[in-house]
């Protein structure tokens, strides 16, 4: 009988790195579920991050990389597989968003071709694309990208919120049957990890209220989505090269509640509408 591996491919902003640290929290407890996490331990003394599942398939970006990373990520697929092969009968679990997000459809194929000998099942959260977009789009101009547009946003990232991208992308090579889709409304919260293993495993509530839940304030102000005229302010601060990280950090830190951030857009709006 083939080992089974549980792919969590995000969507990004679906509450993906706070849920990853209360697996790791919980990677013993889990175990005892045999719900197994296979990162070798030697990964962690050279800075390995779950991006580098994503990174690994993408030799393009390796160069960019510490000299212990890029003389792991070569094989390092190969050598997570090799802890499936040697591990016990079980369920395994890797979780990266940035599978999603950044692998092309060849790259997809060929991850089908590593993981052939595996029982796989591909999971993804979905999230309403008027609040993702926003999110994601809001988030990655805080990296220093310099003058990007939504547009050009769009045009880089098409289709990949789409639910039904990833149904036909990854399901066309695992298997439609083996696609599991959740929703983000069903399962955000402190609670997320519960919900997606109920989800996933199919374990009743009950019985995983043993699991640690690490208090972090709630993740929802992770994943909080940007008006379109906060956005706009955003990218004319970027283009030109003003700091953004205090108008940034008003929202996040000062503001607490949904209700707050609703009064804060909409007070910024009608004052940038005043002024047009």
């Known amino acids: 009988m083939k080992k089974t591996i549980y792919l969590h ?7 993906t790195t706070f849920m990853q640290r209360q697996l790791e929290i919980n990677r013993d407890i889990l175990e005892e579920m ?6 070798p331990d030697t990964f962690m003394k050279v800075g390995f991050r779950l991006a580098h599942l994503s990174i690994s398939l993408q030799q393009n970006r390796w160069a960019s990389e ?5 003389e792991i990520l070569p094989n ?42 595996f029982a796989v099942k591909v999971v ?12 994601m789009y809001g988030q990655l101009l805080r990296t220093n990208r310099g003058r990007y547009s939504l547009e050009m946003f769009l045009k880089e990232f098409e289709d990949r919120w789409d639910p039904g991208y990833h149904r036909r992308v990854w399901g066309g090579v695992f298997g439609s049957e083996n696609i599991v889709q959740l929703s983000y409304d069903d399962i955000k919260g402190p609670d997320i990890l ?14 995983l209220g043993q699991l640690e839940i690490e208090d972090i304030g709630n993740p929802i102000y992770d994943n909080h989505s940007f008006t379109p005229r ?18 940034v950090q008003l929202l996040t ?12 857009f909409a007070s910024f709006d009608s004052y940038v509408k005043s002024l047009e």
């Open 9 to 15: 491919i995000g969507l990004p902003k679906t509450g």
């Open 34 to 39: 045999r719900i197994y996490n296979p990162i």
């Open 66 to 70: 510490s000299i212990e990373m890029q």
């Open 76 to 117: 390092l697929w190969e050598r997570i597989l090799d802890q499936v092969r040697e591990g016990v009968n079980g369920r395994y679990i890797l979780t990266a968003e940035l599978l999603s997000w950044e692998l092309s459809e060849k790259k997809v194929r060929e991850l089908g071709h590593m993981l052939e000998e």
């Open 124 to 135: 993804f959260t979905a999230r309403d694309p008027l609040e993702l977009i926003p999110s």
């Open 194 to 207: 519960v919900k997606f293993l109920s989800s996933v495993f199919q374990i009743e509530s009950e019985k």
């Open 230 to 247: 906060f956005l706009r302010m955003l990218e004319e601060l970027h283009h030109n090269r003003i700091d953004s990280s205090p108008f």
């Open 253 to 264: 830190e000062d503001i607490r509640n949904p209700v707050n951030q609703k009064k804060f």
